[in-house]
């Protein structure tokens, strides 16, 4: 028997720091993945689905996102018990033609629907020198910027345009009320011989629904600019993003620039939603229970594209870029992709940094399913 559906966000959010306090505390990457696969087995999913999920989880907060982070254990959880999230699922190729790939998830964890997935694109593009594909019907698939690592590791390029189909949260430009998702793109350029892979990864939206989770979780404010209230005035609060009404995120550029972001997201919507996958983020697809994610990626080899100087010119242009005088205060002129590196070896290094409602998270859903994951989180 299936649960009543809860709203995804308001699930993600609905913890208290209780006992582990309002503080952080470091914990080990392996023991944070041990104990998420644990808890991820214990809610069905096989030995190898929770080791790809949990993998995913805990990279994403090594590189700083915590926002897609193993707090989203909150939000899936509850989903698997709603019956809209069904582990131990695979990719299953639906359609090709020509360079176009079209794969289907079956509602599965979107980490190893979309690994699969791309996986598939990187064989046709290395193959053929270009996949176009478009990926349907995955639960959330966590960060982006994964899947264009995948296809940056494999030297390929990748352009990847994503739409969220849930509670909308995000405001039109000009507009009061939520009508799109965050919907994030991704570009990711593989490495050469002098410049790291270039990784931009970010959200169409001003800022991310679970960076105000982590915000709550800290009891801190957002930054100004970043929210409306449910009565379209601006807010501070992160709270009003896991109220009914809810209240909404500025699109990415906020007031000034926020047509911009606001056109990215649409054509988020459009390209992986209304055309790739025949699920844009309108009422007829929104369900307050349900996170899916769709994707439209152009995966292409850049030695197909006639220049064979394509590494020497992106290295000239990048050492250009960092010769540039720094501003106050910057120490360096920083490359997509470089502030997670950095971010992640330290975290390797101290531990991942847990807020008290995190960790009190974690606890919980552990002793739902008989697991003690106190020693491992300590």
């Not at 209230?229 to 500025?250: C, H």
């Not at 007829?284 to 590494?311: C, E, K, L, Y």
Request: with cysteine; hydrophobic share 40%; net charge negative.
């Amino acid at each position: 028997m299936t649960e009543t559906p809860q709203d995804p966000f308001a699930a993600a959010a609905s913890f208290n720091a209780g006992v582990y306090g309002t503080g952080q505390r470091p914990v080990r990457a392996d023991r944070l993945t041990e104990a998420t696969r644990r808890l991820l087995q214990a809610a069905g999913s096989e030995a190898e689905e929770a080791a790809v999920v949990a993998d995913h989880l805990v990279e994403a907060n090594l590189r700083g996102h915590d926002s897609h982070g193993v707090g989203m254990l909150a939000m899936y959880m509850p989903a698997i018990a709603a019956g809209l999230l069904h582990p131990n699922q695979h990719a299953a190729v639906i359609g090709r033609s020509g360079p176009f790939l079209a794969v289907g998830g079956g509602s599965g964890y979107g980490q190893v629907i979309a690994r699969e997935a791309m996986d598939l694109a990187i064989e046709q593009a290395q193959q053929d020198g270009l996949a176009a594909l478009s990926l349907r019907d995955s639960h959330h698939i966590g960060r982006v910027g994964s899947y264009g690592e995948q296809c940056s590791d494999a030297g390929l390029v990748a352009l990847a345009f994503v739409n969220v189909v849930t509670r909308p949260s995000v405001a039109p430009h000009d507009g009061t009320r939520p009508r799109l998702g965050t919907n994030p793109i991704c570009i990711a350029v593989p490495a050469t011989q002098s410049t790291p892979a270039l990784i931009l990864d970010f959200a169409t939206s001003a800022v991310a629904v679970g960076k105000c989770r982590v915000a709550m979780g800290k009891g801190q404010e957002m930054a100004p600019g970043l929210l409306l209230d449910p009565q379209g005035q601006p807010t501070r609060d992160p709270g009003v993003m896991f109220q009914d009404p809810s209240g909404a995120l500025l699109p990415l550029g906020g007031y000034l620039g926020g047509h911009k972001g606001f056109g990215l997201a649409l054509m988020c919507d459009v390209l992986a939603g209304a055309l790739a996958s025949a699920m844009p983020g309108t009422p007829a697809h929104q369900n307050s229970g349900r996170v899916m994610n769709n994707m439209f990626a152009i995966v292409f080899d850049p030695a197909r594209g006639g220049n064979t100087q394509w590494a020497a010119n992106l290295d000239d242009l990048v050492a250009y870029l960092r010769d540039t005088p720094t501003a106050p205060g910057a120490e360096a002129i920083q490359m997509p992709g470089e502030p997670e590196t950095r971010t992640r070896r330290r975290r390797l290094a101290d531990g991942i940094p847990l807020d008290g409602a995190t960790l009190a998270m974690l606890d919980s859903l552990g002793r739902e399913r008989g697991l003690e994951l106190g020693e491992l989180l300590g």
